[in-house]
């Protein structure tokens, strides 16, 4: 019963088998090598960009700071949402990668920005010139931290605030497959068809061992991207080995296949813990559940062997048991229909 992260999980079988494959003999490095040709093609026709700049690297960390370093000035604002990955888990990477641009963030239910709100912070940055940074990108994190999509439409509206404003927008996809299938939209018109210039497509987290793609609209920054790569020490010299993941990712469409299993879990345990007499803090709508309930339940749970996050961390077992906490627990790849069953019970017996 572990739905700590879809990090935890191992890779699925098609990847492993991939890896092995690509193991034997010799082929060219540095993302030369001849299966990097085919995850350009197919991510090109994928997202319906026949010019797109397709490079892989191995995190998601790389994949967003990377993004932002080509998007923006060092005095340059990211606008993102409090709750943004780039804001909440990257160690300040995104400052360092772009020379110190500054995160300035925009508030928003359940982790999502609204036009509005980021309007009216765009417009009051760089109100005194010289002496603030200036205005540079913007960043959408879909899906959330908080397990909320945003539809195409959503986004659509972001980028057209940010557009207005002659910026131009990234958006965090490591859970990007989770939400193009509960949004039940294209993957060009969650992105490039309504505005975004940059994707990190997430890999690891659905069922890769470790790769990442970035996903570059405009060809004309590919350039600079390959020099920030190199330069920040993430361009791989066995670059096979990221490449044979990728391909088999998107070949007989594992990736949607591995995220519609996920969400799907998540909608089974979400639907479950509400009728244990839970309450969700945030909706559920992609891969991960976000609900509060006793803590007597919990301990029941973790006594039974459940490993999951208390969210936010700072709460823990010892204390009233009919108190409540609050939880976030994650469902991947290989998360199961019995696993899923056993915590409900575990949650809901009394002891």
């Not at 935890?8 to 990097?36: R, V, W």
């Not at 932002?68 to 400052?95: K, S, V, Y």
């Not at 299993?261 to 998540?266: D, G, V």
């Not at 108190?323 to 696993?339: D, H, I, K």
Request: glycine fraction near 10%; charge should be negative; hydrophobic fraction near 45%.
């Amino acid at each position: 019963m572990n739905f700590a992260s879809d990090n935890t999980g191992g890779a699925s079988p098609e990847i492993m088998a991939a890896l092995q494959a690509a193991n034997a003999g010799h082929m060219s490095s540095y993302g030369a090598d001849p299966i990097m040709a085919e995850v350009q093609a197919r991510i090109r026709e994928i997202f319906e960009a026949p010019e797109a700049a397709v490079y892989l690297v191995a995190t998601g960390t790389a994949a967003n700071v990377l993004s932002c370093a080509i998007l923006t000035q060092p005095w340059g604002a990211i606008f993102c949402h409090r709750n943004a990955h780039i804001e909440e888990d990257e160690c300040g990477a995104p400052e360092f990668y772009t020379g110190g641009a500054k995160l300035v963030l925009v508030e928003g239910a359940h982790a999502k920005m609204a036009p509005e709100a980021l309007d009216k912070v765009i417009r009051f940055t760089g109100r005194s010139g010289v002496h603030n940074v200036q205005r540079g990108m913007v960043s959408i994190t879909n899906a959330t931290e908080n397990g909320t999509v945003y539809s195409a439409a959503e986004v659509a509206a972001l980028c057209a605030v940010a557009k207005g404003h002659g910026l131009p927008v990234h958006m965090d996809g490591a859970r990007f497959t989770n939400a193009l299938v509960a949004a039940g939209c294209t993957p060009a018109e969650m992105t490039w068809k309504a505005g975004v210039d940059v994707l990190s497509f997430g890999g690891t987290k659905n069922g890769c061992m470790g790769v990442e793609a970035v996903v570059i609209f405009d060809p004309k920054r590919a350039w600079e991207f390959e020099l920030r790569r190199k330069r920040g020490g993430h361009l791989f010299s066995k670059h096979r080995f990221l490449s044979a993941q990728m391909l088999a990712y998107l070949t007989d469409d594992l990736w949607l296949k591995n995220a519609r299993h996920a969400n799907a879990m998540a909608a089974r345990l979400s639907a479950g813990v509400v009728a244990a007499g839970a309450e969700l803090t945030h909706p559920t709508e992609a891969n991960a559940v976000f609900a509060g309930w006793p803590r007597a339940g919990h301990a029941q749970a973790m006594g039974q062997g459940a490993y999951y996050y208390f969210w936010p961390f700072d709460q823990t077992l010892e204390g009233p048991g009919e108190a409540m906490l609050t939880a976030r627990l994650v469902c991947g790849w290989n998360t199961s229909e019995a696993e899923v069953d056993q915590f409900l019970g575990a949650i809901a017996a009394r002891g």
